[in-house]
């Protein structure tokens, strides 16, 4: 039996939802039946989700989706914090440090700033789903990517503190660690640090970013009642903890 989710009724904020994974991820809720609002600093033509131009390492630009946000939904049930980067390979020697601290930037301190801008509306509502977009990369700690690696560590650590504090309420916050997923960013590389990549993958592919948006919907779902704080493999197998 598929099972299908019922979204109707609720608004939810997908962050970097222009392409790759969170344009997935808003595909999936909007087929939902939810009101999918997209922040993201790229602009896309999508029909029937709302784009807000948005950088999430702002938060004064976040402010203002959150107001546009607000002003046109009235609410927000579900955020999946989803914008990140990865671009720049370097061992920790050579990393320069302004690329290292903007790296920890959009891809940790963005999902604080943009929590914490949306969370009281989830209290006052007093419902709310939060899902992280972490890495596998956050658990294992890749080499040459210490900064992207470091900061998705914190992004786990991060969901762990808020799912803890909120347990005693109906806000559930979960992360997901994504092994290598099929995004331009794959497409990019060179079929040997492609090969080399998919031989660590006991599935030998990489996932999709429809499966991946499907983990996404279950955390973001009313159903999901009793996972908080939690961190959601998607290797395909390959972690092994
Ligand atoms: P992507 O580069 O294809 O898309 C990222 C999106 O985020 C884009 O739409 C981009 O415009 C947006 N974005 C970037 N900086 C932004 C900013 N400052 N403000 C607002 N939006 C911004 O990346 P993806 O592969 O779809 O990855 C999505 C998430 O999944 C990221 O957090 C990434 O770290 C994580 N992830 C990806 C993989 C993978 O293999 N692709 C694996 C593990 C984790």
Same mark, same amino acid.
Not at 94 to 106: A, M, Q, T, V
Not at 128 to 151: F, I, K
Not at 182 to 201: G, I, N
């Given at each position: 039996? %598929? !099972?299908?989710?019922?979204?109707?009724?609720?608004?939810?904020?997908?962050?970097?939802?222009?392409?790759? $994974?969170?344009?997935?991820?808003?595909? *999936?809720?909007?087929?939902?039946?939810?009101?999918? *609002?997209?922040?993201?600093?790229?602009?896309?033509?999508?029909?029937?989700?709302?784009? *807000?131009?948005?950088?999430?390492?702002?938060?004064?630009?976040?402010?203002?989706?959150?107001?546009? !946000?607000?002003?046109?939904? =009235?609410?927000?049930?579900?955020?999946?914090?989803?914008?990140?980067? =990865?671009? =720049?390979?370097?061992?920790?020697?050579?990393?320069?440090?302004?690329?290292?601290?903007?790296?920890?930037? $959009?891809?940790?301190?963005?999902?604080?700033?943009? !929590?914490?801008?949306?969370?009281?509306?989830?209290?006052?509502?007093?419902?709310?789903?939060?899902?992280? @977009?972490?890495?596998?990369?956050?658990?294992?700690? %890749?080499?040459?990517?210490?900064?992207?690696?470091?900061?998705?560590?914190?992004?786990?650590?991060? %969901?762990?503190?808020?799912? #803890?504090?909120?347990?005693?309420?109906?806000?559930?916050?979960?992360?997901?660690?994504?092994?290598?997923?099929? !995004?331009?960013?794959?497409?990019?590389?060179?079929?040997?640090?492609?090969?080399? @990549?998919?031989? #660590?993958?006991? @599935?030998?592919?990489?996932?999709?970013?429809?499966?991946?948006?499907?983990?996404?919907?279950?955390?973001?779902?009313?159903?999901?009642?009793?996972? %908080?704080?939690?961190?959601?493999?998607?290797?395909?197998?390959?972690?092994?903890?």
């Amino acid at each position: 039996m %598929t !099972t299908r989710f019922d979204f109707s009724g609720r608004t939810a904020v997908v962050t970097g939802g222009a392409r790759g $994974i969170g344009r997935a991820i808003a595909d *999936h809720l909007n087929a939902a039946g939810a009101e999918v *609002h997209v922040w993201d600093i790229e602009d896309a033509d999508r029909r029937d989700i709302r784009m *807000h131009q948005c950088d999430v390492t702002s938060p004064a630009s976040v402010a203002a989706a959150l107001g546009d !946000t607000l002003s046109e939904a =009235g609410k927000i049930d579900i955020l999946i914090n989803n914008a990140g980067s =990865g671009r =720049g390979s370097r061992s920790v020697l050579d990393s320069d440090p302004g690329d290292w601290r903007n790296l920890i930037e $959009i891809n940790l301190l963005s999902v604080f700033d943009v !929590t914490r801008q949306v969370l009281p509306y989830m209290m006052a509502a007093s419902y709310g789903r939060v899902v992280n @977009m972490a890495s596998l990369a956050g658990m294992e700690g %890749t080499p040459n990517l210490s900064a992207y690696s470091a900061a998705k560590a914190g992004v786990i650590a991060l %969901t762990k503190s808020l799912g #803890k504090e909120l347990a005693l309420t109906d806000i559930r916050v979960n992360c997901i660690a994504p092994g290598p997923i099929d !995004t331009e960013l794959l497409q990019q590389l060179s079929p040997e640090d492609l090969e080399r @990549m998919l031989a #660590k993958s006991p @599935m030998k592919r990489p996932g999709s970013v429809d499966e991946l948006a499907r983990i996404v919907l279950f955390l973001a779902a009313e159903d999901n009642t009793l996972n %908080t704080g939690a961190v959601f493999d998607a290797s395909g197998g390959r972690a092994v903890y």
